[in-house]
């Protein structure tokens, strides 16, 4: 978990803890699609899991990533 | 350090890794790049960064389907593009990397991997331009790629997504890669590496197992240490000294370097050799002493993990590795070890003689401890000073100088050879270069003296260093000397000097107050200038060598 938003605040570039995970997309503005991409290629990397394509769409608040790492 | 980054593919993601420690400019987009180097108005142009970075996919540039005359056509067009860009910006370092093309065609057995052909004639005209043009290097992100292979290198999700290529990881890699190149020219090398001897350069314990059974040779187990050698003398020759700390007998490890065939190391590889059973904490703290270099220029190699521990305890500036467990390892470990503390854009000639230059250094010091008087020392030396207004072929040479010269350098100013190329060619300043050169052999250029003109009746001494091995000697005063009587004869009236306060350069603190200067400011960082009115020169300055103008 303390990976997870480790990967969220040094992405997003902000302090985002756990509280935070009920935050959406159009919540945050520094989650851009560029960001988007960023988070899903590091937890893909950091936790050696695959997110996959259909669901990313679906993705809308920090949340929605836990269910791929694993928890 | 201003950095730019053109590519013919989305590479957003790395801009922003790279955003974090860099100034960086990144065009808008991804199918601009040679826009950009054409446009004499581009983002780029105006921007007139440091270092280009073009990054090119390969299956983005080149339409494979095309007969291979069209597309050696092509890449001479993208070539020509990159030289003329190269051309028309002498002090910009552009780096382009070797080309990339995934082999996903379908195919029979007896069709040609095209691809192969095409990557290797764009490595040839890399080449070319490498030859041709001191300002161009090749960015070897195959050897990147091959590290890891192209499955993780590259993101078909990331592609598929956002129209990037390059996976986090393939990004990480190409970050790091970036940081050498650019750490290279910032001249933050290291200066010295530290070897432990048993289990290090060869396998066993020279004490217990003797020069029969210790693990070094040609072929099978030995040949991990032999070449771990290999590339340790390699790197001896791109200008990094060499050095040994080991707990043992004295004569038990000399007998290796004497007598193994397969050594590729020898004795006069290293500049010094600490074998005693002294802690190897003090042994590296002498080394540091004696060669005048500090402590965080070091880097220290050993097997054992209780001592790597000790001296990152006792001695944190020093840089310790991690060992690696398996040794089959040992030689990439070294070529990493070097890639990430030593690399270097180019050795200079002063770099390939380093070793004798500090081994000399040492025999000045026995002769001195057998000489009566430290005057009669000097005068006995035959020190000779040339000095000359710096030229093209100095450039090199006059920039490393600014970056790598902590304790005698009176300002600590950095420059690139991009800035004193344009001293060269100012009126405005005068660049001044000296070499030192004396019974024990030759030092290279060992000093350098920037002058900025400040009008037709002041200068100022805007650098004044001199590379440690030559310190203690008074050449300082009769360099100074030099100057002063140079810009009296061309009709100034007044010097002005500085002194910057940094970690490292306390000793020449009051130099110029023992030169005679009046200081007239001091802040309260401790930065001082000084004046001296060429009419009063003082000339009871020690001279103890001979000074030639060239």
Known sequence: ?71 | MKISLLSNINIDLLAKKLRRDYEVYKPEGYGVWVQEMLNKNSGLNNYNPDIVFILLDGDELINKDLDIVYIRKEIDTNIGYIENYIKNNIKTHVFVNNLDLSINKVQSIKDIRVERIIQSYWYEKLWDLNNKYGNFYIFDIKTLIESIGRNEFYSKKLWYLGGIKFSSKGDKLIKKEIDRCVGAFKGQRKKCLILDLDNTLWGGIIGEDGMDRIILSEHKEGARYKDFQKRLKEIKNTGVILAVVSKNNYDDALEVFKNHKHMILNEEDFVLMKINWKSKAENIREIAEELNIGLDSLVFIDDNPVERESIKSQIPEVVVPEFPDDTAELEKFIIDIYNDYFLSIKATEEDKKKTNMYKQNFNREKEMKSTASFEEFLKNLNTKIKIWKAKEDDIERAAQLTQKTNQFNLTTKRYLESDIDRFISSDKYDVYIASIEDKFGDNGKVSLIIIEKNDDKTVKIDTFLMSCRVMGRFIEEQIIDFIEDKYKRKGYEKIISYYYPTRKNKPVETLFEDLGYILVDKDKYGNKSYELLLDKINNERKKYGELMEL
Do not use: R
Request: aromatic content about 8%.
């Open chain 1, 1 to 71: 978990m303390d990976k997870l938003l480790e990967i969220f605040s040094d992405i997003l570039e902000i302090d985002i803890h756990e509280d935070d995970l009920e935050l959406t997309k159009e919540e945050i503005e520094e989650w851009d699609s560029l960001a988007q991409i960023q988070i899903i290629a590091e937890i893909e990397e950091q936790f050696g899991v695959s997110i996959p394509f259909e669901e990313i769409e679906t993705i809308n608040k920090l949340g929605d990533f836990l269910k791929y790492i694993g928890k």
